[in-house]
């Protein structure tokens, strides 16, 4: 039962003016002015300690000791509803007193001694919502014990999942008693309420809290509740996964007992999505994937799909988004609703070449049906969903700085083919030496724990095997080492070519220039700007650098493992923001850049360097392959406002079916004129809602650093004409 997707301008205001109550009553939280993060805020953090110290529960293992303080803090927290919410839940970030504040800075000191388990995020990866909407935490409680029943404890090695089982349980009960108290607060908050339509907003939610997450959601209304209530309370950035494959069923069976319409599912969905605003670092994102398959193979494209990206208008979100995985399949009609939602400047969807993913996670050794059922959990990398070790993408490497480190240490007279062996051999032993850190690292989380155990709950084959995340229980563990100024380094190449390899300079002379960041030498970096070939203008030569760079890449990650014996390292080429920060203390290069500019973008080419137009951009980034790069390839295209639409809307649906027939990765637009993103610099309280795609993440333009704002300014501005 499909509906017309249709939304009546009298039901549109009232959507914009509840979400629009929504953003700005989040925008003024601490979490979002004062970038508190996505880890337990001060109250939170105040309860785990207190209860880590104290130990009333006499935990007899530092993992289980944090099991049972991950409880406490749910069992301590105070209920937050907010004027106009549908769906509740975020942290208390209510001030310490001074006596709490006292008593923090005691529990930090004591808490110094606790084993270490930083070094290492969790979260940046998809639990298994479909499973919590099916069985309810009570389902996962039942499993559990029933697990643990069957344990013999005479076996030592049972010990250690005996441990699991119980930290498991004493989440989930707390996360249960929480959402009890929602509903009483939501119930004095309905009795107290003047106005008659948000009383019984506040009766529907009180209802929904005695059924979700503890039971199976009944209404799409309630499945929206309890993924979010779940996923709220685990301090780190976890993906919601495939919801328009999950959440349709409820859709569907609403939709014909005449509980709701699609304008209602929009409005919700919208509701749900600004909620990240509120707990989330400002400039991350907490997607949701649309399209793609099901496990089946069977297109999915259906109401949710088309409710989840109507509601992109009306979040108008950085933080709640979707992303949409395309295929050769994928309707026009699919395609068009993608390209008018990015070209009206809300950044979103990405897109992802659903085709050439599972295509790589096949190759990779992933089951076809698993490999259909990823998300992106990140920028721009993917895991399968509920199936996924936690944070495969780690570490980022500045390939610049490798770069440029073997240029220091080039002989006299070397050739071109010894630079890049050389260059090979140091990147190799950059990747092996970063990846020991992180394998110390995931030991040490192996032996103490890190993740919420209730995390693993929904992770496959975590309750099965009895080993959380951190042990190894999932399904697959990938690391995926991410590399920064792809093109940088690429144009560095062919500046060697054209001014060292061919007896022109020496690289002693070139890396004296550089050591001067160019002063003095504006001729010859005139030159390498406009003289030299680049990469993104799809010039032959240059692109097969390109292609040659990403094969040495892959040959670099070879023969290393990480902790659990998963080898090779899968490569990734996207850059959040690290581009920035690392171009910041990487001094001048080759490629004409000055030191302490941001390195390239992600895959894409040198910020300013498409001077032949979008599809020549294209053709060059796509001129190697993406296939063996699952960590991550994140092509960041930059669209003059107005380029996107009208008749130029025919010729986005063919860029974009260039981009899938070439084998690209991830596409993504900004559409935005650089006259209005100078002005934002100049004037940013008049320009606090404007949004832009960075390097594989959307971001209030306002929000990012002046020189990450530059570096978006400075890309080029395409168009058809």
């Known amino acids: 039962m499909e509906t017309t997707n249709l939304i009546r301008k009298e039901t549109e205001a009232a959507i914009f003016e509840r979400t629009d109550k929504l953003r700005y009553t989040y925008h003024q939280t601490d979490v979002f002015k004062k970038w508190l993060g996505y880890k337990r805020v001060r109250r939170q953090k105040l309860s785990f300690m207190r209860s880590y110290v104290e130990n009333t529960r006499k935990a007899y293992t530092a993992r289980l000791r944090r099991a049972y303080a991950e409880a406490d803090i749910l069992l301590n927290m105070r209920p937050i509803i907010n004027d106009g919410e549908l769906i509740s839940g975020l942290p208390d970030n209510g001030p310490l007193t001074p006596e709490e504040e006292k008593e923090y800075a005691e529990l930090e000191k004591r808490m110094s001694g606790a084993p270490d388990t930083g070094g290492l995020t969790i979260g940046h990866m998809a639990l298994d919502y479909e499973k919590l909407l099916r069985v309810g935490v009570e389902g996962l409680l039942a499993e559990v014990r029933e697990r643990r029943a069957a344990l013999d404890l005479n076996v030592p090695e049972n010990l250690p999942k005996d441990e699991f089982y119980d930290g498991c349980e004493a989440e989930l009960l707390a996360l249960c008693d929480l959402a009890e108290r929602y509903s009483a607060y939501a119930a004095e908050l309905a009795e107290k309420e003047e106005d008659p339509k948000r009383a019984e907003e506040l009766r529907t939610m009180s209802e929904n809290f005695k059924v979700v997450p503890r039971y199976p959601a009944q209404t799409f209304h309630q499945a929206l509740q309890s993924i979010h209530f779940y996923n709220f309370t685990l301090w780190e950035l976890y993906y919601f996964g495939r919801v328009d494959r999950y959440l349709y069923p409820f859709y569907k069976k609403d939709l014909e007992a005449g509980r709701i319409t699609y304008e209602k599912a929009v409005e919700l969905y919208a509701c749900f999505m600004l909620l990240p605003e509120a707990y989330l670092l400002p400039n991350v994102a907490c997607d949701a994937m649309l399209g793609g398959r099901t496990r089946e193979g069977v297109l999915v494209e259906n109401d949710v799909t088309y409710i989840a990206l109507d509601a992109i208008r009306f979040a108008h979100s950085a933080n709640g988004k979707v992303t949409l995985a395309i295929s050769k399949d994928s309707s026009e009609k699919l395609l068009r609703r993608a390209i008018q939602t990015n070209a009206a400047g809300l950044t979103q969807p990405a897109l992802f070449n659903d085709d050439l993913i599972i295509d790589s996670f096949v190759a990779h050794g992933v089951k076809i049906e698993d490999a259909r059922d990823y998300c992106n959990t990140g920028c721009a990398e993917v895991t399968p969903c509920g199936m996924s070790g936690c944070y495969v993408v780690a570490p980022y490497h500045n390939l610049m700085q490798y770069f440029l480190d073997t240029m220091k240490t080039s002989p006299a007279g070397e050739s071109e083919e010894s630079f ?264 940013p309280e008049q320009y606090s809602d404007l949004l832009v795609r960075v390097g594989g993440f959307s971001a209030y333009f306002c929000k990012l650093p002046k020189l990450m704002q530059q570096e978006i300014i400075d890309r080029d501005a395409h168009s058809f004409e």
């Not at 910020?607 to 991550?632: C, Y």
Request: hydrophobic share 35%; glycine share 10%; proline share 3%.
């Open 420 to 683: 890049w062996k050389r260059l090979e051999e140091k990147i190799h032993h950059e990747i092996f030496t970063a990846n020991l850190v992180l394998n110390r690292r995931q030991m040490e989380r192996a032996r103490v724990g890190c993740e919420c155990m209730r995390s693993s709950c929904l992770v496959h084959d975590c309750l099965e095997t009895g080993r959380g995340i951190d042990e190894g229980g999932a399904r697959y563990n990938f690391t995926e080492p991410n590399f920064l100024g792809f093109g940088s380094v690429i144009d560095s190449l062919r500046v060697l070519r054209e001014l060292v390899f061919s007896g022109e300079y020496t690289m002693e002379e070139l890396l004296a220039i550089l050591a001067v960041d160019f002063n003095g030498y504006e001729p010859l970096r005139q030159r390498i700007l406009n003289k030299i070939p680049h990469f993104g203008t799809n010039e032959e030569s240059t692109d097969k650098i390109a292609a040659d760079f990403s094969r040495m890449l892959v040959r670099a990650c070879g023969g290393i493992s990480n902790y659990r014996g998963v080898s090779p390292l899968i490569p990734g080429v996207f850059s959040y923001v690290e581009h920035s920060k690392f171009g910041a203390k990487t001094g001048a290069s080759p490629d004409g850049r000055h030191a302490g500019y941001p390195l390239s973008s992600g895959s894409s080419p040198v910020q300013g360097r498409e001077k032949k137009g979008p599809t020549a951009a294209l053709l060059s980034n796509t001129a190697w392959d993406h296939k063996s790069f699952l960590g991550g390839v994140a092509i960041n295209v930059k669209f003059s406002a107005g380029q996107m639409s009208g008749e130029n809307e025919d010729r986005m649906v063919d860029y974009i079916r260039v981009f899938l027939l070439r084998g690209g990765y991830q596409l993504q637009f900004n559409c935005v004129d650089t006259k209005t993103l100078l002005a934002a610099q100049e004037h």
